[in-house]
């Protein structure tokens, strides 16, 4: 069935449960959600390390034949090699690879972290042999403070658009002010939701979060011109309960295509409720 590709932090933690409404804007563009394919993963806990492969066609979800439809390999692997005795403080690495031999070709565009705004970056539809992606990451958890980062880039072979290669990262910062701290998932090398220590229900607070994230995309390269977009933002998130979310981001956009280049202010509310 569909699932995520394992080759991203990022991609694999439930949105929801983030510092920021929505993911970064290298993720959105060079990663789908979800994929159609199997997954075979493990995990050593006293090393902290875990592994994931997959293997992944949606030729059946879509109604092609299999050899029409193209088929991506995608691994990935972190290791925690620093941590306190309690794992209140620790640094997590890890690096993602994905394959691709876009039988359909590639067409690469993003939100700008809005997701009612247009695409500010596109590709447009084109060819090529096939891709190669590459991620890195690097995260630092101390109690309530967790900084985490991913780079990524997505490298074409076709030499009539001269092999582009297309790049973005995103640098977050996230401060729970009410002292809960976020835990690591030893299971697959992800961090979890921000806990609720006591709830509105409670008679408490809920959880309070402030974020700040920096991230950037460039899809211009080779013949391409698909434009390049920066995007500094502020977050606020207030969990009443462990179900129940308001949050609040602000985004500055700056972006570049074609020659014509802009920036762009907004702000976003959301109520969230988790239906069990």
């Not at 891709?131 to 967790?146: A, H, I, M, Q, V």
């Amino acid at each position: 069935g569909k699932q995520k590709e394992p080759i991203s932090m990022e991609r694999l933690m439930p949105m929801v449960f983030e510092p920021m409404q929505e993911r970064s804007a290298v993720s959105d563009a060079l990663i789908p959600s979800r994929n159609v394919g199997i997954l075979w993963s493990g995990r050593n806990a006293d090393t902290y390390t875990t592994w994931a492969v997959g293997a992944f066609n949606d030729w059946l979800d879509t109604n092609q034949d299999f050899d029409e439809s193209a088929s991506q390999f995608v691994g990935r692997f972190t290791w925690v090699p620093l941590y306190s005795q309690d794992e209140s403080n620790l640094l997590h690495l890890g690096v993602g690879y994905r394959y691709s031999d876009i039988k359909e070709g590639f067409h690469y565009f993003s939100e700008p972290e809005m997701n009612k705004l247009p695409p500010f970056v596109d590709t447009g539809l084109q060819d090529g042999d096939r891709t190669e992606t590459w991620n890195l990451e690097l995260s630092w958890r101390k109690g309530p403070f967790w900084l985490a980062s991913e780079y990524m880039q997505l490298n074409v072979k076709n030499a009539e658009l001269d092999d582009p290669s297309f790049n973005g990262y995103h640098i977050t910062g996230s401060w729970i002010m009410t002292g809960e701290m976020r835990p690591y998932r030893k299971k697959n090398g992800t961090f979890g939701n921000a806990p609720v220590a006591k709830s509105m229900q409670q008679d408490g607070i809920g959880t309070w979060e402030l974020s700040a994230r920096y991230s950037a995309l460039d899809l211009t390269d080779g013949t391409i011109d698909g434009g390049d977009m920066q995007i500094a933002s502020l977050g606020l998130n207030w969990w009443l309960t462990p179900i129940f979310c308001v949050s609040m981001n602000y985004r500055h956009i700056e972006s570049e295509q074609g020659g014509i280049s802009g920036s762009t202010d907004g702000v976003v509310t959301r109520i969230l409720l988790l239906l069990e």
